[in-house]
């Protein structure tokens, strides 16, 4: 274990030291901390409107009543993110490059708004203008959110730095100086995003969100449901949840149609009491496989309390442990961070390929039966999911099996972590 982390130390260390100084990257990384107190407000009435044995105790008609009544604390939270962290990142780059911060977050968020699309289509067909479709502001147009904001910005700074700027009077209040000081440059970034908005509507992906799609499209649904395919899904996933993509949302989008496809098939075969035909379902991927990052970070969650040290982390434990019971774990993907931590990338991308191949093999081989295709809630607890999406105890023993074997690895990468700081602080 010493010759590990002394290893990780040494190569490991370095790279995460220049990782860290890259402005962009960091801008990245604020956007998400501030993000954060929302991010918990909506992970907590997520959390408490999913609580696995509320229908049994007031009915499925009552429950899905109450989730409605609380559904505009996830909708108007985390289902904007992509506003949040607009505004975010042109704050903290506005702040690197000491230009006025405020004009900075409103020039990164509303860069965005003007490349987003202002009309939806309704279930009957009918088009809707003048409205900014939820679809696209939240996780789904998160990685727009960031490119554009992050150009925006540089715009900005970049005409303020060059004094295309209108200069006022000594005598004139300095709020309005400022605005008119900022005028120019603001118009410049915005123009820029209009322009960028204009040139996609006369293509065949009409906005950028749709080209970020259709460009992840065609390979994602090409992959099937393979062994090495959910491999590289699972990677996938964790990878965009790396850079604070929300990966379930934009891998999920084009590969939950194919595995509910496979859970569909093996419900019929359980149901008529036939042999399952499919070892990759949705079920599978949820609580085996796409869980690999998730999977562990109850026990990671667990682990901040042992270390005695960092008050920092058993504070976040606090707060991230109710959540994370339930499966939401943005407080501690945002809080440790495991967001563009170069650190907790080996062992982020290494989970779901430990979970897939272990669990795919239990499975393949008889020693846990298949998952029957019956649906669950994904806040349902670990070790309980997996004894009823397999509709047996050795699902939930693979789950506690697969724990037991990520808790070593997150807890080697945490003592690197803890190295890290230990440096710093010297």
């Not at 609380?70 to 490059?97: D, R």
């Amino acid at each position: 274990m010493e010759k590990i982390t002394a290893f990780l130390e040494k190569y490991l260390l370095p790279f995460a030291d220049v990782f860290s100084k890259n402005k962009y990257l960091v801008a990245i990384k604020d956007a998400f901390l501030i993000s954060l107190p929302f991010t918990i407000f909506s992970s907590i009435f997520t959390a408490i409107a999913n609580l696995p044995f509320l229908p049994n105790m007031f009915g499925e008609a009552k429950i899905a009543q109450f989730q409605q009544f609380v559904s505009p604390t996830f909708s108007l939270t985390m289902g904007v993110i992509s506003f949040i962290v607009a505004a975010g990142i042109g704050y903290s780059l506005s702040n690197h490059y000491k230009v006025n911060p405020i004009y900075g977050a409103l020039v990164g968020l509303l860069s965005f708004i003007m490349i987003t699309p202002t009309s939806t289509l309704t279930d009957s067909g009918e088009t809707v203008l003048n409205v900014l479709p939820l679809s696209e502001i939240g996780a789904i147009g998160m990685f727009s959110a960031i490119l554009v904001s992050i150009l925006g910005t540089e715009i900005y700074r970049y005409a303020i730095q060059h004094n295309w700027t209108i200069k006022m009077p000594s005598s004139v209040p300095k709020l309005v100086s400022d605005s008119f000081f900022s005028f120019v440059p603001i118009a410049v970034a915005l123009l820029v995003a209009f322009v960028i908005r204009m040139i996609f509507q006369g293509t065949s992906f009409e906005t950028v969100n749709n080209l970020i799609y259709q460009m992840l499209q065609k390979p994602l649904t090409s992959l099937g449901t393979s062994l090495p395919a959910t491999i590289i899904v699972g990677v996938l996933v964790n990878l965009f949840w790396f850079f604070g993509l929300h990966g379930h949302v934009i891998v999920g989008s084009v590969m939950v149609p194919i595995w509910n496809t496979q859970s569909f098939a093996n419900l019929q075969a359980f149901q008529a009491g036939e042999s399952l035909p499919h070892i990759v379902t949705g079920q599978f991927t949820d609580f085996f496989v796409l869980n690999g990052g998730y999977l562990s970070l109850p026990v990671l969650i667990s682990l901040l309390f042992f270390f005695k040290n960092r008050s920092d982390w058993r504070d976040l434990g606090k707060i991230a442990l109710a959540p994370g019971i339930f499966g939401v774990y943005e407080p501690l993907i945002f809080g440790l961070p495991i967001m563009l931590n170069p650190i907790m990338f080996i062992p982020l991308i290494a989970t779901p390929i430990i979970t897939t191949v272990i669990s795919y093999f239990s499975m393949a081989w008889g020693l846990v039966p298949l998952t029957t295709g019956v649906a669950l809630p994904y806040t349902m607890p670990l070790v309980v999911s997996g004894a009823i999406v397999t509709n047996s105890i050795r699902g939930a023993l693979l789950q506690f099996v697969l724990l037991v074997i990520l808790t070593a690895m997150w807890y080697l990468f945490l003592n690197v972590m803890d190295q890290q700081n230990k440096l710093k602080v010297s």
